[in-house]
């Protein structure tokens, strides 16, 4: 077990070097390269995460070691989907080190499975886990590409050009693609909430319970959602679709770490160590 | 040993005037080649002709003939006496010949080093010696060499990477902005070379549809109909922003066509889909304030030439990395040539039957330990013998002169049949 996920966080840094390398040479190869990492590192780490399902019974996602190792997971996931899907490569330079961390945070804390308890072992409590960890994760290379966009925007607006001018796409690409990993997250974030209040419902016959977390993932769903609905219908794009972006993201990792570490709730648990 | 020469003027060392009337034809080369080759200084002839240069490169014997003889025929062919272009010509020889031709067709001495188009036009020239039968194995593969250099100079070097004209450069931009240019509207607001340049490039991109607005609407609908477009009045011009995405205006007014606020509020109606403003008009026909609005950006003539000359320096640097591969390109082919000489020619080729008949030799007297020393010394002088009778005849051609014949397609001849040219050397083509 500790071997896959030593081997995981071997290729998220080999990928990065290799996507680092790419970004400074801009040699097609290195870019391949750094994916092929990439991609060996996902399959140990589904590898590891199936084998722990099957070992522990649940979702490894119960404190914080497993829950950052399912976020590492999950970036990865939806980079890879991004890669296929919008073909936009340079995104590496982010996506890649920004896994590696994660994963070399989550091993910092310890990995205690501990108590099996059944109330972690439910179809709603799968889906509610990935829904959230998808969409937070397709909320996080919304960020990345929208600091990008901020960067491009700026070369050219600036008529300064300089480093990243020539080595990232058009700015109409990371918008379009930034706007995708936003739809995606906003759906993914829908479902990890509605699943979530079911499985709270089951388990404790209430819907809504005015824990932290909850408040603060609806305030971050919100936040998502008066973004699409000002890109639909005024056309709130480039800059100021960018911005929000990354304000949202804030929102995320506040969410994620701050909740649990400054306010009290029954998520508590999750991000013991 | 046949040697190269090269006699040439380019846009560094002759004025235009003088460049034009130098100039020749394809038809004009096609008897040109037929008249060098006809003469006896001169074995092979090779002729290019560009608006930015000619160049006549010749093989020959005689280096110091074959130029007055390339100089007499510009004289006579284009009936300009020799002092009017003696002092804008540059001769090369030998090596000097070959790394010029090298750099040419690289397009490291370009007007615009990096431009694409200079290979075409040798390969073009190339395609018109070959089908004149002009040249012959010194310049094929001198040629072919050149074509392999710009070629590997063009991948290994980002020498091409950057645009270096105002059209080019406004169209990188449009890309940095848009990714494709695949159904973009284009608005061309007044006229000039330059602003219709830029469209013509655009339209090669797949633009949707061009606008076309000039304030005299006769002339507006004249460049419509020759872009395949529409003409627009030219108060209509704000409403066109609703369609535009990408807007070149080029026209002579002296204040503004186009303000802050009137692009203010169209991008509402646009729901904030990007404009770029390419305004290459002195003075400024687009509000440079119109650059601070979010989803807009405004080059104008001035911010253009800024990526040009960054672009060009960038060149420069690359083009040092050329000059290398030139350089390493320009010594193989000399290897090539002092190989392709008789004497080089028939000591290969004794090296390479010598080689075989002993080895062969040795392989068999090992196996016959019957025989006495003085048997195997025996066998040794006929095999000897038999080697230098084979050499005979070739060594006597190769070596006789005066005849006007082509040596060098022999030497070329033999090296390929016996291979005698180190192989990394024949197979880069």
């Known amino acids: 077990m500790e071997i896959l ?31 092929g990492l990439l991609f060996a590192g996902f399959i140990s780490h589904t590898a590891f995460i199936v084998l722990d399902f099957h070992h522990s019974g649940h979702l490894p996602a119960v404190n914080m070691n497993e829950a950052l190792l399912m976020a590492a997971w999950a970036i990865v996931c939806v980079f890879l989907w991004v890669h296929v899907r919008y073909r936009l490569k340079i995104l590496g330079v982010y996506a890649a080190p920004l896994a590696a961390i994660v994963m070399v ?3 910092q804390f310890s990995r205690e499975p501990g108590q099996s308890q059944t109330i972690f072992n439910s179809f709603w409590f799968v889906v509610h886990i990935l829904g ?20 491009q925007e700026h070369a050219i607006k600036s008529k300064s050009r300089g480093f990243f ?17 936003i739809i995606i997250g906003f759906i993914m974030l829908t479902i990890g909430l509605i699943t979530g209040f079911v499985y709270a419902e089951s388990l404790w016959g209430r819907l809504w319970t005015w824990d932290p977390k909850e408040v603060w993932s609806v305030v971050s769903w919100l936040t998502y959602a008066a973004l699409l609905h000002q890109r639909m219908t005024v056309g709130w794009r480039g800059k100021k679709s960018a911005v929000w972006a990354i304000i949202g993201f804030l929102l995320i990792l506040f969410t994620f770490f701050g909740v649990n570490l400054l306010l009290k709730g029954h998520h508590q648990d999750f991000t013991r160590f | 040993m046949q040697d190269i020469v090269l006699i040439g003027m380019n846009h560094k060392t002759a004025p235009v005037e003088l460049r034009e009337c130098i100039a020749f034809s394809p038809e004009e080369i096609s008897t040109g080649l037929d008249y060098l080759k006809s003469r006896p200084q001169v074995s092979e002839a090779f002729l290019l002709s560009t608006c930015n240069r000619v160049e006549i490169i010749l093989a020959t014997d005689d280096t110091s003939s074959a130029v007055m003889e390339a100089k007499s025929f510009i004289s006579r062919f284009k009936g300009i006496p ?41 390969k073009q020239a190339y395609q018109l010696a070959t089908s004149r039968n002009s040249s012959g194995v010194i310049l094929n593969r001198l040629l072919h060499k050149a074509f392999f ?8 070097t980002a020498i091409g990477d950057n645009a270096v004209s105002i059209s080019y450069a406004a169209i990188e931009l449009a890309r940095k902005i848009f990714g494709d240019l695949i159904g973009k509207t284009v608005l061309l607001i007044g006229a000039g070379e330059m602003a219709e340049l830029a469209v013509e490039h655009l339209i090669r991109h797949k633009t949707a549809g061009i606008i076309v607005s000039n304030r005299t609407y006769e002339r507006g609908m004249e460049l419509a109909k020759r872009f395949k477009g529409k003409a627009i009045r030219f108060d209509e011009i704000i409403e066109a922003l609703t369609v535009a995405d990408i807007v070149i205006s080029s026209t002579g007014s002296p204040d503004y066509v186009v303000s802050r606020q009137q692009v203010k509020n169209m991008m509402r109606t646009r729901r904030n889909r990007p404009i770029f403003f390419i305004d290459i008009a002195v003075p400024r026909d687009i509000d440079p304030e119109i650059n601070t609005l979010n989803n807009i950006y405004v080059y104008d003539i001035d911010d253009l030439k800024g990526v040009i000359n960054e672009n060009v320096e960038d060149r420069k640097k690359e083009a040092v990395k050329g000059e290398r591969i030139v350089d390493e390109a320009v010594i193989q082919f000399k290897r090539w040539q002092e190989n392709l000489d008789v004497v080089p020619t028939i000591v290969g080729l004794r090296r390479k039957i010598e080689d075989i008949a002993h080895a062969e030799l040795q392989r068999t007297l090992q196996s016959m330990n019957h025989l ?6 025996a066998f040794d002088r006929m ?14 051609l190769l070596k006789s002169t005066g005849s006007h014949w082509n040596k060098s397609a022999y030497l070329d001849l033999i090296h390929k049949l016996f291979k005698l040219d180190p192989s990394s050397d024949s197979h880069e083509e």
Request: hydrophobic fraction near 45%.
């Open chain 1, 165 to 181: 001018y020539k080595r990232l796409p058009s700015l109409e690409l990371l918008d379009y693609t930034g706007y995708g990993c």
């Open chain 2, 372 to 377: 006495s020393s003085e048997d195997c010394r």
């Open chain 1, 5 to 35: 996920t030593n081997l995981t966080i071997l290729m998220y840094t080999f990928g990065t070097a290799g996507y680092f390398a790419y970004l400074f040479a801009q040699k097609e190869y290195l870019q391949k390269t750094g994916y």
């Open chain 1, 132 to 151: 959230i960890f998808i969409g937070e994760a397709a909320f996080a290379l919304a960020c990345g590409l929208g600091i990008l966009y901020l960067i």
């Open chain 2, 149 to 156: 250099v710009a070629k590997r100079i063009r991948t290994e």
């Open chain 2, 82 to 122: 020799s002092d009017r272009f003696d002092s804008a010509l540059y001769t090369y020889q030998g090596e000097a010949a070959v790394q010029h031709v090298f750099r040419v067709a690289a397009s490291l001495d370009s007007m615009v080093v990096g431009e694409p188009q200079i290979l075409g036009q040798i």
């Open chain 1, 105 to 107: 945070m989550a091993v």
């Open chain 2, 383 to 396: 095999i000897n013998a038999v080697i230098k009778k084979i050499l005979h005849d070739p060594t006597v």
